[in-house]
């Protein structure tokens, strides 16, 4: 029975590579592809594929949203984690959501066929640098990893946070999700709260050295 596969990157050029790449192998079927993250958690919901491979930065939803809603939705789906980030942080939160692969972009084509097999078969995967340390060490600080702050937002606060990083005003953000100013103005506040900001410039450092957000579609 083939391994069925469903691919999650917002990049087309990208994406079309990497299906090629896979449908080489004949113990490889690629069930679909999506370039949303949204709709990459309704694909997998319905088609329950083997294994989800997922860019890190996603539009609609990003990468640890997908992971967690997968494990929810499809438990027996593995999911593989593609990105350009070897950031200790990023490996360990997608460790901690359920993801059972952290693979680098710049990896051969073989690797990443090694990573499929590999995760399909019960194991987890880290490519280098990761790999340089031990996946009981990586486990262990996903499991004792403090929650990210980031994870007591509301859906709608996650959707603000956005906004506010792309620059949107509490008016503009209120027309854009058909919310009164007043409303917006007070998710606003409750980030800035949560999220312990000061200002401005803390929420978009936060944002830039954290990768949690997605663009505006």
């Given amino acids: 029975m083939p391994i069925t ?3 999650a990157e917002p990049q087309d050029l990208v994406r079309s590579g990497i299906r090629c790449l896979l449908e080489e ?5 690629i069930k679909g592809e999506v370039a949303d993250g949204r709709e990459a ?3 997998v919901q319905r088609l329950k594929p083997r294994v989800l491979i997922v860019a890190l930065a996603m539009p609609g939803l990003n990468c640890l949203e997908i992971t967690s809603q997968v ?3 499809s438990p027996t789906t593995a999911v593989i984690v593609l990105s350009t980030y070897s950031n200790d942080h990023y490996v360990v939160q997608a460790l901690k959501t359920g993801a059972s692969g952290y693979v680098m972009m710049y990896v051969s084509p073989a690797e990443l066929m090694h990573a499929i097999r590999k995760v399909v078969a019960g194991h987890c995967y880290l490519s280098r640098p990761m790999s340089g340390r031990s996946m009981e060490t990586w486990m262990q600080r996903a499991r004792s990893a403090a ?3 980031y994870e007591t937002l509301t859906r ?3 959707e603000v946070l956005r906004l506010v990083f792309d620059g949107y005003t509490s008016a503009r953000i ?18 800035m709260h949560k999220l ?5 410039t803390d929420l978009i450092k936060y944002v830039l050295t954290r990768a949690i957000l997605t663009p505006i579609t």
Avoid: M, P
Wanted: zero cysteines; glycine letters at 0%; charged letters at 35%.
């Fill in 174 to 191: 209120a027309s854009h999700l058909s919310i009164s100013r007043r409303t917006a103005e007070s998710h606003r506040a409750k980030v």
């Fill in 156 to 158: 709608r606060e996650r």
């Fill in 147 to 149: 929650r990210d702050a």
């Fill in 5 to 7: 596969i469903v691919l």
């Fill in 71 to 73: 494990q929810q939705h």
């Fill in 41 to 43: 958690v309704r694909l």
């Fill in 25 to 29: 192998q004949a113990d490889f079927k």
């Fill in 196 to 200: 312990d900001f000061r200002n401005q």
